[in-house]
């Protein structure tokens, strides 16, 4: 299957990199390419690409505002140059199903991609440690703002091992079932529970013990 990507940067000469990067992989088409957010978000209702790969900062519609509104449109890659804790919380409560710096090699951007395509979400190692220590510095959550009694018994396990940070691939073999059936369990729990990406549903997972 030939993932459809839309990129958007400001930067012409960064966004023809990206493009040229995601091309040379045989199974990542680059559908478009988009100088601002709020084309981004017009390109992708109208190409409805598997993913958009999208900077923070950019003019008339920053990534992380262009990321809440395509929440259930596209799975979002914010890719940037800035580690700001202010850039990785705000990717993540729009709903954004990775977060990766533009220092990341050809390679990891490649297989970032694919990752996010399969349903999985993607945090940069860079950032990885300050994101545990800032929440594991939050005071004791009160009462879950999404209600567990939603689910059933199959996607409590699975919400367990998002929180676990297992991904499709991951949970399917531990739980001893399809892949497919996987992917439908996360849909579900993200749509019960109203939450936007996987990412979300880890965090929740993780401040409610599920783990």
Known sequence: ?????????????????????????????????????????????????DVVVMDVRMPRLDGISAARELAGVADVLILTTFDLDEYVF??????????????TDAEALVDAVRLVARGDGLISPAVTRRLISAFAARPAPGPPSGNLDVLTPREREVLACLGRGMSN???????????????????????????????????????????
């Open 90 to 103: 705000g990717a993540l409560r729009a709903g954004a199903a990775g977060f990766l710096l533009k220092s």
């Open 169 to 211: 691939t991951e949970i399917a073999e531990h739980l001893d079932m399809a892949e497919a059936t996987t992917k439908t369990h996360v849909s579900r729990i993200l749509s019960k529970l109203g939450l936007k990406s996987r990412v979300q549903a880890a965090i929740l997972a993780q401040e409610l013990d599920l783990t």
């Open 1 to 49: 299957m030939t993932i459809r990507v839309l990129v958007a940067d400001d930067h012409a000469a960064v966004r023809a990199g990206i493009v040229l990067i995601l091309d040379g992989a045989p199974d990542i088409e680059v559908v478009g390419e988009a100088e601002d957010g709020e084309k981004a978000v017009e390109m992708a209702r109208e190409l409805g690409p």
